[in-house]
C-alpha cells in the first residue's frame, strides 16, 4: 500500500488547501502542517473540528519552529497532533513513497 | 542515430499535475501547463488533474482579448497531440461552481472525490499548482 | 536585433524568432528563410501554413514530434513523417520552421 505525505501551507481560515487535502487523504496517510498551516492545529477556531474528525485514520504533525514563531508554543494544539523539527520534516519525507504540496 | 528516431526512455513514472487555481488571476494555471507540455517530450506517463476552482481553467468560451492575456484556454486542445490523455476533473468540485463536464473546453474524466483519491494514490510525483 | 525588409525592421530575440507575432508577413517569412538557407518551395508553405493555423487554434507553437503527428493527421504519412520534415528544415523542423512562421520557440522542445 502506498503511503503519501500531505503538506499543507496556507491557514485554513484564508484557504481551503487543508479541507482539500483531508477530503482527497485516504486513511494511513500523515497530514503535516508547515508555514501558515500550522494555524489549523489550534484548538477552539472553527476549522478544528475538520481535523479533529480524521485524527484518528490519519497521522497529523506539525512544524515546531513555524508553531514557535507565530507564537504559538504555548497555545494547546489539537489531541493526537505530533510536533517535528525540521530533522523530523525530513524522516518523515523519506518514511513516505510520496509527498503531495497543497499549495 | 539519425534525428528522426525516436528512442524509448528507460524508466516511465506517473506524474501528476493538480490545479486548484483559476486561469487569469495568477501565472500558476498557465505555468503548470507549460510544464505539463514538457514533461510530455519526455515521454513520461503524465496526467492533469483539475480541482477546486482549478475547474475554471477549463470553462468554455473565455475570452482575454480585452485583458491582454493569453487566451491559453484553447491550448489545452494541443494536450491529445502531446499524448496527455489522462484529464481528471472531480465531479464535487464542477457541481459546487454550478458546472457540468459540458461547459468544458475538452472532453474530461469527471471522478468522484472518492474515485480521485485512489488515482492519487497510485502516482510516483505529485505535483501542486 | 531586427530583420529589416523593404526598410520595416521587426526585432527578433537572440535565436531569430521574432517578438511581436502580429508583425509577420509571407514577405518577412522569405526573409527569415533566406537566413535559415530554407528553400520556400510549395511543400515548405505547406508546412509553415500549418504551422500558423495551429498557432491560431492551439495558441501555441507544437513540439516537433506533436507537429509531425499533427501533420499526418491531416495531411497524410508521406508528409507527417520526421524524414520528410527534417529534410526540408534540417535543423529541426519545429525549431526552423517555426521562426519562419513566426511563432515562438515551439513548447516542449528539448
Redesign the interface.
Known amino acids: 500500500m502506498s503511503k503519501v505525505l500531505h503538506l499543507v501551507n496556507k491557514s485554513p481560515s484564508e484557504r481551503n488547501a487543508l479541507d482539500s487535502c483531508l477530503r482527497l487523504a485516504q486513511a494511513g496517510h500523515s497530514v503535516l502542517l508547515i508555514e501558515d498551516g500550522v494555524y489549523g492545529a489550534l484548538v477552539n477556531t472553527t476549522t478544528a473540528g475538520n481535523i479533529a474528525q480524521r485524527i484518528k485514520e490519519i497521522k497529523f504533525y506539525v512544524l515546531g519552529p513555524d508553531v514557535d514563531a507565530r507564537g504559538l508554543g504555548e497555545m494547546p494544539l489539537i489531541e493526537g497532533m505530533g510536533i517535528v523539527d525540521y530533522e523530523g520534516f525530513v524522516d518523515l519525507v523519506t518514511e513516505h513513497h510520496l509527498t503531495q504540496s497543497w499549495l | 542515430m ?5 528512442h524509448e526512455p528507460e524508466v516511465v513514472k506517473r506524474f501528476m499535475y493538480v490545479n486548484r487555481r483559476p486561469p487569469h488571476g495568477t501565472i500558476y494555471a498557465l505555468e503548470c501547463l ?1 510544464v505539463v ?2 514533461a ?3 515521454d513520461q506517463d503524465v496526467s492533469m488533474v483539475f480541482l477546486d476552482d482549478g475547474v475554471f481553467q477549463l470553462k468554455r468560451g473565455q475570452d482575454t482579448a480585452a485583458i491582454g492575456m ?3 484556454s ?2 489545452y ?2 494536450l491529445d ?2 499524448d496527455v490523455e489522462k484529464i481528471y476533473v472531480e465531479k464535487e468540485s464542477l457541481e459546487a461552481r454550478g458546472l457540468t463536464a459540458d461547459d468544458l473546453v475538452i472532453p474530461v474524466e469527471v471522478l468522484t472525490t472518492a474515485a480521485l483519491r485512489e488515482v492519487m494514490a497510485q502516482q510516483d510525483v505529485v505535483i501542486s499548482s | 536585433m531586427a530583420y529589416d525588409y523593404n526598410g520595416t525592421l521587426v526585432e527578433h530575440d537572440e535565436e531569430g524568432y521574432i517578438t511581436d507575432i502580429s508583425l509577420w508577413s509571407p514577405e518577412l517569412a522569405l526573409l527569415i528563410a533566406e537566413d535559415e538557407n530554407i528553400d520556400m518551395n510549395d511543400d515548405a508553405w505547406e508546412v509553415i501554413n500549418f504551422l500558423r493555423n ?1 498557432y491560431e ?4 507553437a ?2 516537433v ?2 507537429l509531425t ?2 501533420i499526418k493527421k491531416k495531411l497524410g504519412a508521406d508528409k507527417g ?3 520528410y ?2 529534410e526540408m528544415f534540417p535543423y ?1 523542423p519545429a525549431k526552423q520552421a517555426c521562426k519562419i512562421a513566426g511563432l515562438p520557440k515551439p ?4
Open positions: 539519425e534525428p528522426w528516431e525516436e507549460e507540455l514538457i510530455a517530450a519526455f493569453k487566451n491559453f484553447r491550448t486542445g494541443a497531440d502531446y | 495551429y487554434e492551439y495558441q501555441i507544437p513540439a514530434r506533436v503527428k499533427a513523417n520526421s524524414r520534415l527534417y529541426g513548447t516542449g522542445c528539448v
